[in-house]
């Protein structure tokens, strides 16, 4: 089964969302050049496209990212990961681990679990802030296609 996230946003958004992963265009090209890193020569057309045609970057964009996950995993997505997905969605602020458990009225320690296994199968990214660990989904729409199913 896949599963498809998609994200809305901006070209400039992306130009900077390309530059940060890198941390320059220089480590970016370098990435790139190497055998078998199509993600980095992805971004570095993407940048290249940018340049050659600026008012790309004041368009809007959907970013699409793929991922193909077994049954085993499917069932994985349960109701209370799923409800962290929903509360992560409806949030414009990027919360810490410790708002998620509070909100959800659930333990620090599970849903710390459950943000390690949505990360895994890249459905939220997780950063540090100090001690703080901050969550954010990685898209605004999730899409599960269920392959040869009955119509």
């Known amino acids: 089964m896949e599963i498809r996230i998609e994200r809305r946003l901006r070209g400039s958004e992306l130009r900077e969302e390309i530059l940060a992963r890198y941390g320059s265009l220089q480590q ?3 990435v790139a050049s190497r055998k078998g890193a199509f993600e980095a020569q ?3 057309a993407t940048l290249e496209e940018f340049e050659e045609d600026p008012a790309r970057l004041t368009l809007p964009m959907v970013v699409t990212t793929v ?3 077994s049954a085993k995993d499917l ?4 109701p209370e990961r799923l409800r962290l997905l929903e509360v992560l969605a409806s949030r ?10 509070r909100r959800l009225h659930r333990d620090k320690k599970n849903v710390s679990e459950d943000l390690r296994l949505l990360a895994r199968f890249k459905l939220v990214s997780i950063a ?3 001690k703080e660990r901050l969550a954010r989904p990685l898209g605004s729409e999730i899409h599960i296609l269920l392959r040869g199913a009955a119509s």
């Open 67 to 69: 991922a193909t996950l």
């Open 92 to 101: 414009r602020d990027t919360p810490s681990l410790t708002t998620l458990a």
């Open 42 to 44: 992805n971004d570095l």
């Open 28 to 30: 970016l090209t370098h």
């Open 128 to 130: 540090r802030r100090g």
């Open 75 to 78: 069932e994985r997505l349960t």
